[in-house]
């Protein structure tokens, strides 16, 4: 199993990767940062978002996942010290308890519904502010990464 597992997402302020569960999502302008952070590692990614990308991730191993999966599973066949889960809210929910990282890049754009960051119930996470990654000073947009504090 991966030493860091890290949740990498684009949200809006209101906390949603998505208007739909089916929406290509070209409102996001970390696309360059998302590509070297992930760049020759593993990526999990949940089969809409799968279906939702307009070419696949070069340079990166995609393990699609479906919900008949096991995320500890899954999580036991990856060799490397660091992966991605990069999508979507249930896919995000089910790896939660294995997370050690969140790099969270908030938009200015409020959805007020939509695809939320975790689509459904998960155990309260804590979490230790590492850094801030500065992106688009001028658009607002800077990367928050945290660590997840284990109990």
Same mark, same amino acid.
């Not at 940062?33 to 760049?39: H, P």
């Given at each position: /199993?991966?030493?860091?597992?890290?949740?990498?997402?684009?949200?809006?302020?209101?906390?949603?990767?998505?208007?739909?569960?089916?929406?290509?999502?070209?409102?996001?302008?970390?696309?360059?940062?998302?590509?070297?952070?992930?760049?020759?590692?593993?990526?999990?990614?949940?089969?809409?978002?799968?279906?939702?990308?307009?070419?696949?991730?070069?340079?990166?191993?995609?393990?699609?996942?479906?919900?008949?999966?096991?995320?500890?599973?899954?999580? /036991?066949?990856?060799?490397?010290?660091?992966?991605?889960?990069?999508?979507?809210?249930?896919?995000?929910?089910?790896?939660?308890?294995?997370?050690?990282?969140?790099?969270?890049?908030?938009?200015?754009?409020?959805?007020?519904?939509?695809?939320?960051?975790?689509?459904?119930?998960?155990?309260?996470?804590?979490?230790?502010?590492?850094?801030?990654?500065?992106?688009?000073?001028?658009?607002?947009?800077?990367?928050?990464?945290?660590?997840?504090?284990?109990?």
């Amino acid at each position: /199993m991966p030493e860091e597992i890290i949740l990498i997402a684009a949200v809006t302020v209101d906390g949603f990767i998505a208007r739909h569960n089916n929406e290509i999502t070209n409102w996001t302008k970390d696309l360059k940062l998302f590509k070297k952070q992930t760049l020759g590692h593993t990526v999990i990614v949940g089969s809409n978002t799968y279906d939702t990308l307009l070419k696949d991730l070069p340079g990166r191993k995609i393990i699609k996942y479906s919900r008949t999966k096991d995320p500890r599973q899954i999580l /036991m066949s990856i060799r490397e010290k660091r992966c991605f889960v990069i999508g979507g809210g249930k896919t995000y929910s089910k790896f939660s308890s294995f997370l050690t990282h969140l790099f969270i890049t908030p938009h200015p754009y409020v959805f007020n519904k939509g695809v939320r960051l975790f689509d459904l119930r998960i155990k309260e996470l804590r979490l230790k502010f590492e850094s801030l990654n500065s992106f688009d000073k001028k658009e607002g947009i800077f990367q928050y990464q945290y660590r997840v504090i284990k109990s």
